[in-house]
């Protein structure tokens, strides 16, 4: 039974130091005389050698094989599909065969199809299991083995991580000196399970190559597949499996580790993003992220106090599962909304009555006495929300996973065209009629995190900080949402600290960008000091977000504003002379705006189209018109023709102050380094005698501002000579404003790119 130097070469391609590897075609068969002698026929006609175990056989099918030029090795009882094929696997490696073909013997598969798992092998890491994935793609195939497959691939999935399209498939290729290592413990059907995922534990690679496969018709069909009896069996190796991948325990390993030298370590703890982006970008697909979501709801309900996010990064990395997904996934069963639904669930299922008294006695102080009904209920709520908020991530990933399809050119080639298209694709962007959450994105536009800078050596649109922003962005837009609509305002603000927690463990492009001004704002800050001032920084921008999507969420929602300057701006309009208005990209601008509405007379906008859009967006989810109209910054001459008139006739012009994209402009010191910032405001105001009011709005609490008049400037109308000296003077002023309300409110800062170079 060695190997036949007059046959076809069997040899993997692949060489060792015993030389080349040859390769045997094993047929196991238990009754199959109908199909076996075919199935011999055609496994030798691929020229590899081929031995029949036949596994205690009674109805003769093997006695025919004796005209064929193959082995057959008898077994005196059944034994079992796993224990024939190690019986193989012995006799093969005592005959000097270094891997072995399996095909099944009722006839399902082509033998021919042996020389693909050789090519795939020969083209791949080696040593490896290489499966056969059958197409199951004939009308007699039974709906109860596409089943089995599946719930079989989803298992194996959680149980070693590998994704794999059959792991039912009995045609397969082994290496048989790691096969015979393997610690094997299954002999019947449940032994193709078992191999794989010990094998995976073990460090082989196994992979699989799409082969053909025939069902008969059902009459004709010869199964001997236990439906009880083999399906306990297996659901016992399931469990077993899962509970062992679950341990922190190593496992013996067939094949040595990768080596991994002391320098990719140190390049992982200096790259923390890059870290992150990996284990964003895991297990993306729609359904596993419903998975991970699962997970993190459950475990989050569990009354695991302290220790929650501990715990589900945990589980999430043992069950190969994506652990950002099953974080922000857990952060919706924070206190107090899940852990109160799930005591009363479980005092009602241990003594058929809800606990009425909402005291701060009963809830607080006597928790302790009732962890055992917050474990209880949560066995029920857990399962229940997770499936809610599974099966709500599932639909909307796979919306947008349809959508990329059709942005990118369709099928697999546009879902995964570079990280960058998907993430792009995933930001939200296409969703129309979804006004707050298209919110939450101009937000990030205008403010420079997402798109390209304000200038050209900052775009670092590329980079892999902006595509897992976006792919942070993404996710977290759709846990925002959800949270919004089930608990209002206080429900996206929750979800905050996590999702810029995200953005700052995530994006290097954010660091580098805001400690432009951070550095400035707090000279002298350490390292962990500018961590912490990043992260109030976004957080601060995340709550003028957040107030934006919850406008466009619920439409009878309003902020509460304080303006106790409004007389000075009515004493201004009353002059007759019209008023500028300067504003900045600091605080809630949008706020400063909406109150243009209530004055007694029109209101203009001088911005760019990015401006406009957003400003448009902004105001379409209130009710009623908006307070202004626009005036197109990059129409003729800037729209100082239409403003110049529209101050004349006693009339309200505002300008944003701070982003300079062109025409005049003063040098003038900011935080005690050179700006340029625009003077096109205090030339108008100068031309129509008007003067200029800095209006700023700051962020004062959770659906609150404070509108505020931070300086007053009158441009003076002077000869060309002094007119510089007059621009940098009313601009020193407004750069003077800012640093005054920056003093204040050092995080309301959201010019997201290198100013100082504008």
């Known amino acids: 039974m060695g190997p036949d130097p007059e046959k076809k070469d069997p040899s993997l391609g692949a060489e060792s130091s015993a030389g080349p590897l040859p390769v045997l075609l094993v047929v196991p068969v238990y009754n199959h005389g109908a199909t076996l002698s075919g199935v011999v026929r055609a496994a030798l006609a691929t020229g590899l050698p081929v031995l029949v175990v036949d596994d205690g056989s009674n109805d003769g099918g093997s006695e025919g094989l004796e005209q064929l030029d193959c082995v057959v090795h008898r077994l005196p009882e059944n034994r079992g599909k796993g224990a024939a094929l190690l019986t193989a696997a012995r006799l093969a490696a005592e005959q000097g065969y270094r891997a072995m073909v399996s095909v099944d013997a009722d006839g399902q598969h082509d033998p021919a199809d042996a020389l693909r798992l050789l090519a795939e092998a020969a083209a791949g890491a080696w040593p490896a299991i290489i499966i056969g994935a059958r197409q199951m793609v004939e009308p007699t195939v039974p709906k109860s083995s596409l089943f089995g497959r599946a719930f079989s691939n989803f298992w194996v999935r959680l149980e070693c991580g590998a994704d794999l399209a ?3 498939s009995g045609l397969r290729l082994y290496p048989l000196p790691e096969l015979l290592a393997l610690p094997l413990s299954r002999s019947r059907y449940d032994f193709e399970v078992e191999v794989v995922v010990k094998a995976v534990w073990a460090g082989l690679d196994v992979r699989s190559v799409p082969v053909s496969v025939h069902y008969p018709p059902a009459g004709d069909r010869v199964s001997h597949f236990r439906g009880v009896v083999d399906n306990w069996r297996l659901t016992r190796l399931h469990t077993l499996l899962f509970c062992r991948c679950l341990l922190p325990l190593p496992h013996p390993r067939v094949v040595p580790p990768p080596p991994r030298g002391a320098t990719a370590a140190v390049a992982t703890a200096k790259k923390p993003w890059q870290t992150l982006k990996r284990l964003t970008g895991e297990h993306s697909s729609p359904f596993w992220l419903a998975v991970a979501v699962w997970l993190g709801i459950f475990l989050g309900a569990l009354p695991l106090i302290g220790v929650h996010t501990v715990v589900v990064i945990y589980f999430s990395c043992r069950l190969h599962v994506n652990s950002v997904a099953a974080v922000a996934a857990s952060q919706f069963c924070m206190p107090p909304l ?26 607080l102080l006597e928790i302790h006495q009732r962890l055992f009904d917050w474990f209880l209920g949560s066995l029920l709520v857990g399962p229940l929300l997770g499936f809610v908020g599974g099966g709500l991530v599932y639909w909307g990933s796979r919306r947008l996973q349809l959508r990329r399809g059709r942005l990118y050119g369709g099928g697999d080639g546009g879902a995964e065209g570079g990280a960058d298209g998907e993430a792009d694709g995933a930001a939200l962007s296409g969703v129309s009629g979804r006004s707050g959450e298209s919110g939450l994105r101009r937000g990030s536009e205008e403010s420079g995190l997402s798109g390209e800078s304000h200038e050209s050596g900052e775009s670092g649109g590329s980079g892999g900080g902006r595509g897992l922003a976006k792919r942070l962005e993404g996710l977290g837009h759709w846990f925002f949402y959800l949270s919004m609509r089930l608990f209002g305002h206080r429900g996206g603000i929750a979800l905050l600290a996590p999702v810029m927690g995200c953005y700052l463990l995530g994006s290097r492009r954010i660091h580098r960008l805001s400690r432009h001004y951070l550095r400035r704002r707090f000279p002298g800050a350490g390292r962990f000091a500018l961590w912490r001032h990043t992260f109030y920084n976004l957080f601060s921008f995340g709550l003028v977000l957040v107030e934006r999507g919850w406008l466009g969420v619920d439409r009878q929602a309003r902020l509460k504003s304080d303006f106790p300057h409004r007389d000075r701006l009515a004493a201004a309009i009353a002059r007759g002379k019209g008023v500028v208005l300067l504003t900045a990209h600091v605080g809630n601008w949008q706020s400063a705006l909406a109150h243009l509405g209530e004055l007694p007379v029109p209101v203009h906008a001088i911005m760019r189209y990015d401006q406009q859009a957003a400003a448009k967006h902004f105001f379409d989810l209130r009710p009623g018109p908006p307070p202004f109209s626009l005036i197109n ?24 102050g701070d982003r300079y994209v062109g025409g005049p402009a003063a040098t003038v010191d900011f935080f005690a380094t050179p700006v340029r910032l625009p003077v096109a405001a205090y030339q108008l105001a100068a031309m129509a005698g008007a003067p200029v009011l800095v209006l700023l709005a700051a962020q004062s609490g959770h659906g609150r501002c404070r509108l505020q008049f931070w300086e007053d400037i009158l441009p003076a109308q002077v000869g060309r000579a002094e007119r510089p000296a007059m621009l940098a003077d009313c601009a020193g002023r407004f750069s003077r404003a800012l640093e005054e309300f920056l003093h204040h409110h050092p995080y309301q800062w959201y010019n997201f790119y290198n100013f100082w170079r504008q």
Do not use: H, Y
């Open 338 to 363: 899940v852990p109160v639904l799930c005591i009363e669930v479980g005092s009602f299922l241990r003594r058929g009555e809800l606990i009425l008294d909402l005291s701060w006695q009963r809830w």
């Open 166 to 168: 059959d792991t039912q």
């Open 633 to 656: 910054a990059e129409g003729d001459f800037g729209g100082m023709v239409e403003a110049l008139a529209a101050l004349q006739r006693g009339e309200v012009v505002t300008i944003m």
